[in-house]
């Protein structure tokens, strides 16, 4: 049974330049949340999307957009770029509403110079 | 103040000792505890999570949960090597599409052989 995957496993951009992450959930979910890890710190949430819809938004800018296909594979998309947005970004999957069963990729490490 | 803190240690204890991971979260509203333990490098790995107050036991593990102080603890009996990660801390609500769910920062915690 794969896991949650995500590509690429890394990324090196320059600011002002935009990028897009790709995740592929768990076999038999179908929610995508995203998050964001700075060093040193846990995941923020950034969004979650389900049923092609982006079902909650945390507290990032416009600059962050996703999708979702049909096949609840998901996008994550920044515009932009920021010095600012170096991190490593997340991939979590999970079926329906339930909050408390996610299950994370290993992550997209982005570094923005 | 943050909704979840956790301690970032670095927490180091000689191989075998029992460990405490500890955190306190200020929303009333979160009915799920969730630990998760992430290797250097990698995504989050759920451990284990706990439905409102009481103990929850897996193995070596056990996460305890008081809602009347809003105290999370993980408690690691026989602690090896390769407990040796970070222990992220995260409640939610029941359902994720009403409640997003918060992290904590993450304690380091590194077993002595």
């Known amino acids: 049974d794969a896991g949650v995957t995500q590509s690429p496993t890394h990324l090196i951009k320059t600011r002002g330049q935009q990028v897009t992450l790709r995740c592929s959930p768990k076999?038999?979910?179908?929610?995508v949340s995203w998050y964001q890890q700075a060093l040193g710190q846990g995941p923020q949430f950034i969004f979650q999307?389900?049923?092609?819809?982006?079902?909650q938004r945390g507290n990032f800018p416009d600059r962050f957009s996703g999708h979702q296909f049909p096949n609840y594979s998901s996008e994550l998309n920044v515009n932009a770029l920021l010095l600012g947005d170096s991190a490593l970004y997340l991939c979590?999957?999970?079926?329906?509403?339930?909050?408390?069963?996610?299950?994370f990729g290993p992550g997209t490490r982005l570094t923005v110079t | 103040q943050k909704e979840v803190e956790q301690d970032p240690g670095p927490l180091s204890v000689p191989e075998g000792a029992i460990v405490s991971l500890n955190c306190t979260y200020s929303?009333?509203?979160?009915?799920?505890f969730m630990w998760y333990r992430q290797y250097s490098r990698k995504g989050p790995e759920l451990l284990m999570y706990?439905?409102?107050?009481g103990n929850k036991e897996d193995g070596r593990f056990t996460a305890q949960v008081d809602k009347s102080s809003k105290y999370i603890s993980l408690f690691i009996r026989d602690s090896q090597p390769s407990d040796s990660a970070t222990y992220l801390c995260?409640?939610?609500?029941?359902?994720?599409?009403?409640?997003?769910?918060?992290f904590g920062s993450g304690t380091r915690l590194s077993i002595r052989p």
């Open positions: 929303n009333s509203a979160f009915q799920y």
């Open positions: 076999s038999g979910h179908d929610t």
């Open positions: 999307y389900y049923e092609e819809e982006e079902r």
């Open positions: 979590a999957s999970s079926w329906g509403d339930l909050s408390y069963e996610q299950y």
């Open positions: 706990t439905y409102s107050s």
């Open positions: 995260a409640s939610g609500g029941l359902y994720s599409s009403a409640s997003k769910i918060i």
